[in-house]
């Protein structure tokens, strides 16, 4: 037997694998984290890429918007924020002058408690989260040229100058987190955000994991981010454990696509064969709930092939303590009779925001059997949105061998929303 480790919530669990049916254990590549976190963010701002340092581009004045990720995200933003604050003060913007937006998206807003132990600078400037649904707080910026309405917090869109404070990863439609992101969505009201994740854009030819060229997703949000004043961004590559890498500060476009070089070195990784079970851990925080965690099991599905073969298994472990996290991401599956229903409902209506993640959730389910491991979640809610459940993933394994037959291969991804499998 194989001892196996994957992240649960801040803890971990094992379990074990039979030699003879592991494929193998995928992580990221080993990264040399920075031994200083404070002095490599430091080293970025003194050093920006494609543009002068901070200081020189902002003045007494000028009204600052810093837009920061949310509990979602392990951004350091409690290292980064307060060097950026006294970088701005040096300059000479007023402290009344900086606002803090938090770019939930339609996330659930942040607690003043979340927000002072994740950003510690309560006591300095203005923190807000963005209110997607609150039309005062939204100011209208016109169309991009697909026609989609630009609806953006009004803190932002008045800024004479605007900061995104991200982290670089994978994701499912703009190719990596980060940057334009957190402006185009974070920071967007819900029209903005439902336009953005119809079909046109998520089924598109080109919108893909890790990939920017020709990604009509990703242009989508750098028009949007565009009628803002996005003058300056500072983004992070993490490892697999949320350690500091590597910081990227600078012109928003260059900084960005120089980390997003450094992300696909380490999250890429090649896979020798698709797996007749896959076993795939998430990790805090984005194991919170089911609608972040099941990005690992989309993830591993619409990479360049799917990492499980056709009628597999997936094995998902995730604690889930605030449940499945989003409304219209449940009801849609609940109320589906099928997953090839909530499929054709996707593509016959659209979307509500939330119902995009339901939607590549049923996309996976119309070919594999997900079982949820370890989850606050009720079993019954979790049977009616078509996943099976265990308490256990050795439980969960005696299943899906069952069904696989005991011969069957086992692949292992800790940390599924890093690791983007790439078979062949």
Do not use: W
């Not at 037997?1 to 030699?19: C, N």
């Not at 989508?220 to 983004?235: D, P, R, S, W, Y």
């Amino acid at each position: 037997m194989v001892k196996v480790t994957l992240p649960f919530g801040k803890s971990r669990i094992q379990f074990d694998v039979p030699k003879e049916n592991l494929i193998g254990i995928i992580e990221p590549s080993h990264a040399q984290v920075a031994q200083n976190p404070t002095a490599e963010i430091r080293r970025a701002l003194d050093n920006p890429i494609g543009d002068e340092e901070l200081k020189k581009l902002v003045g007494s004045g000028k009204k600052i918007a810093i837009i920061v990720t949310d509990y979602t995200r392990a951004c350091p933003e409690n290292i980064i924020l307060p060097i950026l604050i006294d970088d701005l003060r040096a300059a000479g913007v007023d402290l009344k002058n900086i606002v803090v937006v938090v770019g939930t998206g339609v996330h659930r807003p942040m607690t003043e408690e979340e927000m002072q132990e994740k950003f510690g600078v309560l006591n300095r400037v203005q923190v807000l989260n963005n209110e997607p649904f609150n039309e005062e707080k939204l100011v209208y910026l016109g169309k991009t040229s697909t026609g989609g309405p630009i609806h953006i917090n009004s803190e932002v869109a008045s800024a004479d100058f605007v900061i995104a404070v991200g982290v670089v990863e994978p994701h499912q439609y703009a190719g990596f987190s980060g940057g334009r992101k957190l402006v185009a969505v974070g920071a967007a009201g819900i029209h903005t955000i439902t336009h953005v994740h119809q079909p046109k854009f998520i089924d598109a030819r080109g919108t893909r994991l890790c990939g920017l060229e020709g990604n009509p997703f990703h242009q989508e949000l750098v028009e949007i981010a565009g009628k803002t004043n996005l003058k300056f961004a500072v983004n992070v590559v993490l490892d697999a454990g949320h350690k500091l890498v590597r910081c990227f500060a600078g012109d928003p476009t260059a900084s960005f696509e120089e980390a997003t070089k450094l992300a696909c070195e380490l999250y890429v990784q090649k896979v020798p064969e698709r797996a007749d079970i896959l076993v795939l851990g998430v990790g805090h925080p984005k194991d919170v709930d089911l609608y972040q965690s099941s990005r690992g099991f989309t993830y591993a599905y619409f990479a360049s092939k799917p990492a499980v073969k056709e009628g597999g298994i997936i094995i998902l472990a995730t604690p889930c303590p605030e449940g499945t996290g989003n409304a219209a991401f449940e009801n849609l599956l609940r109320r589906s009779h099928t997953p090839s229903e909530a499929v054709k409902k996707g593509k016959e209506i659209g979307f509500e925001a939330g119902e995009q993640r339901a939607y590549m959730v049923a996309k996976v389910l119309e070919h594999a059997k997900v079982i949820v491991v370890g989850s606050g979640i009720p079993p019954k809610v979790l049977q009616e949105m078509f996943f099976d459940s265990a308490k256990t993933v050795d439980e969960a394994l005696a299943k899906a061998f069952k069904i696989a037959g005991k011969n069957a291969k086992v692949l292992v991804i800790p940390h599924s929303l890093l690791t983007i499998p790439m078979v062949g």
